[in-house]
Every structure is written in structure tokens, then in C-alpha cells.
């Protein structure tokens, strides 16, 4: 069965600690993304990669940055996090040029 | 930047009925895509249409790619309790592009 695993379900961390959400697949895929979701707003990309080092800006990436040394795992690291970084944090992968995501079950991040 | 507009934002139904829900953009999209998200976990790829016109049938799932490339619509025959969940629509424009642009979802709740 195909998988996206991401580390942790559920995280509490406090204001201006460093956070990393790892993301790791099965499936060989060279595509990896970070999503955000929140309610109203839908799900807003965050950063995605297209190959292991390599790595583009979404649309939401301020206070966020990503690492992808190799293919399976893509990180998603908060180097200093704020309370407005609480959300749901979905990582998905794809292979190239079908749009077709495999998503994680979601890491809910709480900021205090 | 590209926008999705999904409705309805949400669907109070009875199990046996029929469910519609659509999108539609201002920018054309090569590909648009069915996604499903049950409370608690990642979204799943419900359906994938690829070209203009294409009518794709999953089971009591039915989308189709407007002729216009910039609009969608899923349909949901004779509905039961566990359709319920959040559909997003999603779009992946030309150019070689892998990002996906996502409406903002259709709540769906199915009363027994």
C-alpha cells in the first residue's frame, strides 16, 4: 500500500522555538509538497520539490523553509515559530506532470 | 494568481440524494482534479481528468472537464453517510508547471 508518513499527528511548541515536520514516502515519487490548511481558507502551498536539493516557493512561504536531502523525506523546518503558524500541515507526493497527490494524514501544529 | 471559485461551501443533504458541486476559474487548467477529505485525515484523489470534455465516471462519482478548460463539476449519485467529508476541486495549469491550485472546498454532510 503507497504511503505518505508524516512524524508527528499532534505537536505543541511555544513562541520562538524551532520546529521541523518531516514528511517521508514509499512511493519513489520525485515530487514533494507542504500544505497548509485552515478553516476558510482552504489548503495553501507552502513550498514544494521537484527533486532531491531542489526546492521552489508556494504561495505562503514567509517563516518557512524546507530541506530534501534525499528523495523520500522532505522537511518542513519553522526556524522561529509564532502563534500564527497554528494549523494543519499536510505533505503530499506525486510523480512528475499528473497533478496526482498522495497526502499524509495531516500534522496539527499548536503555537502557544 | 490563479483562483479557484468551489460551490457551494457547504451541503445539508438526506442519504439517497443527489449531490452537484462545481468549480470554476478565470485562467484555463490542463488538468483538474477531485480530491475528498475525511475529518481527521490527509485528502484523497477521488478522479483526474486530463482533457477537455472528458466525462470520468468512479463508481457513484461522476466529473467532468468543462469544454472551456476553466471549469469542473463532480457529481455524487444516491448519496450515503459516508460521503460525508470536505471535495476540493484542483487545478494544474500548462507550462510544466507541478503546482496545483485548490478551491476552498464543499462541506458535505449527509443526514441517515
Known amino acids: 500500500d503507497v504511503k505518505v508518513t508524516q512524524s508527528s499527528r499532534y505537536l505543541v511548541k511555544r513562541t520562538g522555538e524551532k520546529v521541523f515536520l518531516e514528511c517521508v514516502q514509499d512511493?519513489?515519487?520525485?515530487?514533494m509538497f507542504w500544505y497548509r490548511q485552515d478553516p476558510g481558507l482552504g489548503l495553501r502551498l507552502i513550498y514544494f520539490?521537484?527533486?532531491?536539493?531542489?526546492?521552489e516557493k508556494g504561495d505562503i512561504p514567509e517563516g518557512y523553509s524546507v530541506s530534501r536531502e534525499k528523495k523520500e523525506r522532505f522537511s518542513l523546518i519553522l526556524e522561529s515559530a509564532s502563534t500564527n503558524q497554528t494549523s494543519m500541515y499536510l505533505c503530499?507526493?506525486?510523480?512528475?506532470?499528473?497533478?496526482?497527490?498522495?497526502f499524509g494524514e495531516g500534522s496539527r501544529l499548536t503555537v502557544l | 494568481g490563479q483562483q479557484l471559485n468551489q460551490s457551494p461551501q457547504s451541503m445539508f443533504i438526506q442519504e439517497g440524494e443527489d449531490v452537484s458541486m462545481n468549480c470554476t476559474s478565470s485562467?484555463?487548467?490542463?488538468?483538474w482534479l477531485w480530491y475528498k477529505q475525511e475529518p481527521g485525515e490527509g485528502p484523497v484523489l477521488l478522479i483526474a481528468?486530463?482533457?477537455?470534455?472528458e466525462l470520468t465516471s468512479n463508481g457513484r462519482l461522476t466529473a467532468q472537464f468543462g469544454i472551456t478548460r476553466k471549469d469542473s463539476f463532480l457529481n455524487i449519485s444516491a448519496s450515503i453517510p459516508s460521503d460525508v467529508g470536505i471535495y476540493f476541486c484542483?487545478?494544474?495549469?500548462?507550462?510544466?508547471?507541478?503546482?496545483?491550485?485548490f478551491g476552498k472546498g464543499t462541506k458535505l454532510t449527509v443526514n441517515p
Open positions: 503530499a507526493s506525486s510523480p512528475p506532470s499528473t497533478g496526482e497527490l498522495f
Open positions: 512511493m519513489d515519487h520525485e515530487n
Open positions: 520539490s521537484y527533486d532531491v536539493k531542489m526546492k
Open positions: 485562467s484555463i487548467f490542463n488538468t
Open positions: 481528468l486530463y482533457k477537455a470534455g
Open positions: 484542483a487545478g494544474r495549469g500548462g507550462g510544466g508547471s507541478e503546482k496545483l491550485v
